[in-house]
């Protein structure tokens, strides 16, 4: 896999925890793609949770609106997730997906689409108490 999540962990209710999703640069440069979080719960469909532009612009789930927080770091060719304030609802399995600049519009602006080209193998969150 092009991307690699890291982070994922299990903590108590109102807790917090930081996501990662990296590639190497010389195979992926995320500078030109789309970048979103994806997460699956047992027995459920995956949705999406966040997800930022080339450009900077970001859009969240409204589950996770005023918690989570979407950010890039392209000189590291990794982009975040801070997640806080986290329900045992938010567990899930997170994967990170990437897609060119130029479809950022519409699987990301508009809305959180799945039509994403490249994918993680995901990283496990886990909130119980």
């Known amino acids: 896999s092009l991307l690699e999540e890291s982070g994922g962990g299990s903590v108590q209710p109102g807790g917090s925890l930081r996501l990662s999703c990296a590639a190497s640069?010389?195979?992926?440069?995320?500078?030109?793609?789309?970048v979103a979080w994806f997460r699956q719960a047992p027995w459920k469909d995956r949705e999406g949770v966040s997800c930022?532009?080339?450009?900077?612009?970001?859009n969240y789930a409204e589950s996770v609106k005023g918690r989570f927080a979407i950010s890039r770091d392209n000189a590291k060719n990794t982009v975040y997730l801070q997640m806080s304030s986290l329900k045992p609802e938010d567990t899930a399995i997170y994967y990170c997906?990437?897609?060119?600049?130029?479809?950022?519009?519409?699987?990301?602006?508009?809305?959180?689409?799945?039509?994403?080209?490249?994918w993680g193998r995901g990283t496990q969150v886990t909130v119980s108490s």
């Open positions: 997906a990437a897609v060119p600049a130029e479809y950022g519009a519409g699987v990301c602006e508009d809305q959180i689409g799945p039509q994403y080209d490249y």
């Open positions: 640069a010389s195979e992926l440069d995320l500078d030109y793609y789309a």
């Open positions: 930022i532009t080339n450009r900077g612009r970001t």
